[in-house]
């Protein structure tokens, strides 16, 4: 299938790109608990009272942007494997061109700077940095043999050694109850994300046994 005339139109095609690839409607609140959790935590711990209503719009739209712009860097990332081995996704089966969703990236990118000069100048290089890594990431650092050679379970860094092999309740119960007491809605609310996003691309069987096993590691054997 390519992308021509005969094509649905643009508006649908990309709501069909969104709904498989970056799901509004599941991943939107899970920010929006990020975000709020994040922003309240930080203010918590500087002894400071909650903002006011734009710090947590603009966190939330800003960390929704850069959500997709993720989204677009692995679509560029991932083109050649996609290609090859799964040509069932929106971009390699022709709904949407790589081209289209690059370019909503870029519009993303400027948008995120428009809104932080716009809320608080300063916010701009932090934000800056965060995009240059993201680009890094796109083009493997500039060493995607290297890296793939040598694989960095991400998980570990995050959960600890053993906890990384631990299913997802269990992680999610190691991010809960680590660090200081009042940091802990923000350690669990990342994990919360970070886990819902990586789940969406698992094969639905893993899915099914990860979440059997996380039952009996919550509640024994008895309890699953």
Same mark, same amino acid.
């Given at each position: 299938?390519?992308?021509?005339? #005969? ?16 799901? +509004? ?19 918590? +711990? #500087? ?13 939330? #739209? ?13 679509? %560029? ?18 709904? !949407?061109?790589?081209?289209?969703? %690059?370019?909503?990236?870029? *519009? ?11 809320? *608080? ?52 119960? !190691? ?17 919360? +994300? ?18 059997? #096993? ?11």
């Amino acid at each position: 299938m390519s992308v021509d005339e #005969a094509s649905p139109p643009l508006a649908k095609r990309l709501w069909i790109y969104q709904a498989e690839r970056f799901p +509004l409607a599941k991943t939107a609140p899970l920010i929006a608990v990020f975000s709020v959790a994040s922003i309240s935590v930080s203010a918590h +711990l #500087a002894g400071r009272p909650l903002p006011g209503f734009w710090a947590f719009a603009v966190a939330f #739209a800003v960390t929704m942007i850069l959500f997709f712009e993720m989204r677009a860097c692995d679509e %560029v990332k991932d083109a050649e494997d996609d290609r090859r081995f799964r040509p069932e996704r929106p971009v390699p089966r022709g709904l !949407v061109t790589l081209r289209l969703i %690059v370019g909503l990236g870029i *519009a993303g990118f400027f948008a995120t700077l428009l809104i932080a000069a716009a809320y *608080a100048p300063s916010l701009v290089w932090p934000l800056a940095l965060v995009q240059a890594w993201l680009a890094l990431m796109t083009v493997e650092f500039f060493a995607p043999d290297w890296l793939r050679d040598r694989p960095v379970p991400l998980s570990r860094l995050a959960y600890g050694d053993h906890a990384a092999d631990r299913p997802v309740p269990h992680r999610l119960r !190691v991010a809960a109850g680590r660090g200081l007491a009042a940091a802990r809605p923000l350690d669990f609310s990342r994990a919360l +994300l970070r886990e819902r996003l990586r789940d969406r691309d698992r094969p639905k069987t893993l899915r099914q046994g990860e979440r059997a #096993a996380g039952r009996r590691d919550l509640f024994g054997a008895d309890g699953a």
